[in-house]
């Protein structure tokens, strides 16, 4: 075979070799390793909570003028009754007042009578034609003025005597005196406390619950309460108030139970323990860097057991508690979430998992 001939042959399959090269050959989809956690419900133990007894209702009863007190019929500790006094205050300056206001009261119903009478002299004889209806009208005005002063000064008196009654102070209701912030010989401004009257029938216990444990926490759930120093002696207590926002140091949140016809035993100040009585709702606790906040929605990443991708799930947060988040629905059990690189991420992505699928 001539020299051609062999290039001949040649040329074509250096050709198709060349063009084999030059075709990209597509690179493996990258697997990326990532941490993650499988979903698995706990469930609440019953925990006991230490607290006080506490009365649901209170005054600071104070008077409502200045003036020295001269009187102060209880202490801390006493019972008060409806309506008793309870402290005074000085009158003499207001029992003056009063003395006035009625003297100045008889003063004008004296003239009130006086015009009156003249009034009808000047009727009489404006009849008989031997006054000016100018004259009767005058003496129809004064009366009508007269009249008018005794008014006021009733309504005067009965301000004095209001304002003389002020130096009374009493409860609105039966109850337990807590504090005292006067003493006889003080003098005292408005609206400075005074007594402060605890009502003895309304008691709550006030305890402090952390954080974490209050998200499934409802109005009206029971609890059994016990008094620490007689733990035989024990009360029902209902879920009456959580408050809104937590302790910024020590991360709990103060908690309100009212006491079911509570013994005698369950003195306003007494320690006790309240423990819930329904067993707590299983929770589903993750770390809080498996959060994605994105469009105003709370997500997770959730790997497919069977591909390895990931997916975003939209899920319901009952709580946060710093390094971990309570999820309230969105979630099964069984489902592995990824808790590491969240927001490098894609729909679909393929995952590796370490060896166990460890977290």
């Known amino acids: 075979m001539s020299r051609w001939a062999r290039r001949g042959m040649l040329l074509p399959a250096a050709m198709l070799a060349a063009c084999s090269q030059a075709e990209p050959q ?207 002696i024990r009360s029902k207590g209902r879920l009456r108030e959580i408050a809104p926002q937590a302790d910024n140091s020590t991360r709990t949140r103060r908690v309100r139970l009212t006491l079911v016809d509570p013994p005698d035993a369950f003195r306003l100040g007494s320690t006790v323990t309240a423990t819930q009585t329904a067993p707590a709702a299983p929770m589903i606790e993750l770390p809080a860097s498996a959060l994605l906040e994105k469009d105003g929605a709370d997500q997770v990443w959730i790997v497919d057991p069977q591909t390895s991708n990931v997916t975003l799930r939209t899920v319901e947060v009952a709580f946060r508690n710093g390094a971990t988040f309570t999820v309230a629905g969105g979630l099964e059990p069984g489902m592995r979430v990824i808790t590491a690189g969240i927001h490098s991420l894609q729909e679909g992505q393929k995952v590796g998992l370490p060896e166990g699928g460890a977290k």
Do not use: H, M
Not at 82 to 97: E, H, K, N, S, Y
Not at 149 to 159: F, T
Not at 187 to 212: C, L, Y
């Open 26 to 232: 597509k690179a493996p989809e990258a697997v990326r390793p990532v941490l993650s956690v499988l979903v698995e419900p706990q469930a609440g133990s019953a925990q006991g909570f230490a607290g006080t007894v506490e009365p649901q209702f209170s005054a600071n009863l104070s008077f409502r003028l200045l003036g020295k007190v001269v009187a102060r019929d209880v202490d801390v500790g006493d019972r008060v009754a409806r309506g008793v006094t309870i402290a005074a205050l000085d009158p003499t300056a207001l029992d003056l007042a009063v003395q006035a206001a009625r003297a100045e009261l008889s003063n004008a119903e004296a003239q009130a009578a006086n015009a009156s009478a003249s009034e009808e002299r000047q009727r009489q004889l404006l009849a008989a034609a031997n006054v000016s209806q100018a004259v009767y009208d005058a003496a129809r005005q004064a009366s009508q003025a007269a009249a008018a002063n005794v008014e006021r000064a009733r309504a005067a008196l009965a301000k004095s005597e209001e304002q003389l009654g002020y130096t009374r102070l009493f409860s609105d209701f039966d109850g337990i005196v807590t504090a005292v912030g006067a003493e006889v010989g003080q003098t005292v401004s408005p609206g400075q406390t005074v007594v402060t009257v605890a009502r003895s029938d309304a008691r709550e216990a006030v305890v402090d619950i952390p954080d974490r444990l209050t998200g499934g926490l409802a109005p009206g759930a029971e609890f059994d309460v016990v008094l620490q120093s007689l733990p035989s």
